[in-house]
Structures are given as C-alpha cells and as structure tokens.
C-alpha cells in the first residue's frame, strides 16, 4: 500500500518552489537532484491535454527529486503544482522506504518558512 501523501502546500508555481526547496535543504547540507519534470516529458508530444485542465496549454508541472543526506539511499519528493500553488509529497512505501534521518532534515529544513502551508 502506498503512503504518498501531500505534507505541505507553497504558495509559489512549481518550478520556483523547487528552487526555494534547493536553496532550504542545500543551507543543510541536503542534495536534491530532479529526475523528472512532466512539462520536459510532454514536449515530443501533440495533443497531450492537460488532466487537470483540459487543455493543451496549461500551468500544470509534476516534478520528482531525490533527496540526499549523509546515507546512500535518497529520499523521494514529488511536486505538484498548478494555479500558482504547489503540494510536496514524500514516497515512502514497502518498496521505498524513506530515511527517517534525511525525512526529519527534510521536514525541519522547511519547518516555519513563510511561504509554507502545513507541517
């Protein structure tokens, strides 16, 4: 069974969440590196509407980050975001188990950030 689940919500478009995410978790010595991005994945393709939306133009962007601490197994953020606002998601599940230690980093790294919503 999967425990994906939004933990926090941020007033800002998905692409500039993930720059404010860089900047909180590099001040903590936490890598993240994207390994996908959906805009990026629609592009060879025509006619792909927009789930959400409906339509082909649209502001909505999934991306997902591996978050690494001090261990070799990263963690998994997923980004959603349309409307100007974007819900993170970590994935931790039977099959990928998210680090307690680089989790707890993770979570007070952004704790009390004005642009957050949740924790």
Not at 22 to 44: E, M, V
Not at 50 to 57: A, E, I, K, Y
Not at 81 to 98: E, F, H, K, M
């Amino acid at each position: 069974m999967s425990t994906l689940s939004s933990f926090l919500s941020v007033d800002l478009p998905c692409d500039q969440t993930l720059g404010w995410l860089d900047k909180c978790l590099s001040g903590t010595g936490l890598r993240l590196i994207r390994t996908f991005d959906l805009q990026a994945a629609r592009l060879g393709l025509e006619d792909c509407p927009c789930p959400h939306h409906g339509t082909s133009q649209c502001d909505c962007q999934m991306l997902v980050v591996l978050v690494y601490g001090g261990g070799e197994q990263p963690v998994t953020l997923m980004l959603h975001g349309n409307d100007g606002q974007t819900w993170l998601s970590l994935v931790n599940n039977p099959l990928q188990q998210a680090d307690p230690a680089v989790s707890s980093a993770i979570m007070q790294a952004l704790a009390g950030n004005p642009v957050v919503k949740g924790l």
